[in-house]
Nanobody
Framework: QVQLVESGGGSVQPGGSLRLSCAGSGSIFSNNPMGWYRQAPGKQRELVALASSGGMINYANSVKGRFTISRDTAKNTVYLQMNSLKPEDTAVYYC????????WGQGTQVTVSA
């Protein structure tokens, strides 16, 4: 069994920064994908950033150059550094891990507004 616990969400003005953390416990393997999705009100959940085996990283086009994902395999933790935040980044951010099945964290709210 895998558990994912996010932290670091909050409210910030446009142009600001936040750092999300997701601590995993249980059967987590460094070669399996781990990352972040988000869901804005009235929209489908979408990929934000994903760290996979061999150092492969994927970003949504909308966050490239602004967000950075990193992974500490020794701590089973994944981070998302979010810079130059925009109002359209407002969403609930979910940690994601794919093992034998897909696991999700409980979500953390990120609100970007003036």
């Amino acid at each position: 069994q895998v558990q994912l616990v996010e932290s670091g969400g909050g409210s910030v003005q446009p142009g600001g920064s936040l750092r999300l953390s997701c601590a995993g416990s249980g059967s987590i393997f460094s070669n399996n994908p781990m990352g972040w999705y988000r869901q804005a009100p009235g929209k489908q959940r979408e990929l934000v950033a994903l760290a996979s085996s061999g150092g492969m990283i994927n970003y949504a086009n909308s966050v490239k150059g602004r967000f950075t994902i990193s992974r500490d395999t020794a701590k089973n933790t994944v981070y998302l550094q979010m810079n130059s935040l925009k109002p359209e980044d407002t969403a609930v951010y979910y940690c994601y891990y794919r093992g034998l099945r897909t696991y999700w964290g409980q979500g953390t709210q990120v609100t970007v507004s003036a």
